[in-house]
C-alpha cells in the first residue's frame, strides 16, 4: 500500500504557510493608511467579508485541487488514484469544520492586526494616504493569507487521516475533478522535477 503522506504536493502547499506571516504584515499596513473611517464596522466588514469569505466559501463548495505548482496544475486524467483519493478526502465533513474554525481564527486576527495598525502608520505614510486603497491592500493581502492558510488546513486534514478511512476511500472519478474542484493553473500531465506518489514512495522502500 503507497503512503498517501508521502505525497510531494501535500508538502509542497504545507510549506506555502510560511508565507501567511508576511502577507499578514502587508495587512498591517494597509489598515494603517490614512485615518479610519468614522463607522470603523464598515471597514472591518469590508476587509473581513472581502478576506475571508470567498476563500472560506471556496473550500466548502469546491475545494482548492492543490496538485498544481505556480501556474501550472496536474490535468484531471494526469491524476493517479492515490491523488485522487486525496482530493476525495478534501470533501469531508472533518474538513470544513477545520476550515470554519481556522476561518474564524484569522478574523480574530484580523481584528488584532485593525486594534495595532497605529503601530505601522510610520511605514504605511510611504503610501498614498487614501483610506479605501489602505482598505483594499489590507482585503487583497488578507484574502491571499486567508488562501494559503486554507489549503494548508487541507493538507493538514488529509495527514491526519488514519489507514482505516484512507483504505475505505474511493478515488474520485477524473471526469469529476474541474466539476468539484477549483482548479487554478495551466494543465499539464506532469509538472517537472515533482515526482509522483508512486515514485515517492518507492524511493522510500529502497532506503529502509
Same mark, same amino acid.
Given at each position: 500500500?503507497?503512503?498517501? *503522506? =508521502? ?12 508565507? &501567511?506571516?508576511? #502577507? +499578514?504584515? $502587508?495587512? !498591517? ?58 482530493? *476525495? =478526502? ?12 481556522? &476561518?474564524?481564527? #484569522? +478574523?480574530? $486576527?484580523? !481584528? ?97
Amino acid at each position: 500500500m503507497n503512503n498517501f *503522506r =508521502l505525497e510531494p504536493f501535500l508538502w509542497i502547499h504545507l510549506a506555502g504557510l510560511a508565507i &501567511a506571516p508576511l #502577507l +499578514l504584515v $502587508v495587512v !498591517w499596513i494597509g489598515l494603517a493608511v490614512s485615518d479610519p473611517w468614522s463607522f470603523y464596522w464598515l471597514e472591518l466588514l469590508i476587509v473581513g467579508i472581502l478576506g475571508v469569505m470567498p476563500i472560506l466559501w471556496m473550500q466548502w463548495t469546491k475545494p482548492f485541487d492543490f496538485f498544481g505548482f505556480l501556474f501550472l496544475s496536474v490535468r484531471p486524467k494526469s491524476l493517479t488514484e492515490e491523488q485522487r483519493k486525496i482530493l *476525495r =478526502l478534501l470533501q469531508t465533513r472533518k474538513n470544513k469544520v477545520f476550515h470554519g474554525l481556522a &476561518a474564524v481564527g #484569522l +478574523l480574530g $486576527v484580523g !481584528w488584532l492586526l485593525y486594534q495595532l495598525a497605529p503601530f505601522a502608520a510610520i511605514t504605511a505614510s510611504m503610501l498614498p494616504q487614501w483610506r479605501f486603497l489602505g482598505l483594499i491592500i489590507a482585503a487583497v493581502a488578507f484574502c491571499l493569507c486567508n488562501l494559503v492558510v486554507q489549503v494548508a488546513v487541507s493538507v493538514l486534514g488529509v495527514l491526519s487521516t488514519s489507514d482505516k478511512t484512507w483504505l475505505a476511500t474511493e478515488a474520485i472519478p477524473s471526469n469529476q475533478v474541474t466539476a468539484k474542484f477549483t482548479v487554478i493553473g495551466l494543465p499539464v500531465s506532469k509538472i517537472f522535477l515533482i515526482p509522483t506518489l508512486d515514485v515517492a514512495s518507492d524511493l522510500k522502500e529502497k532506503t529502509l
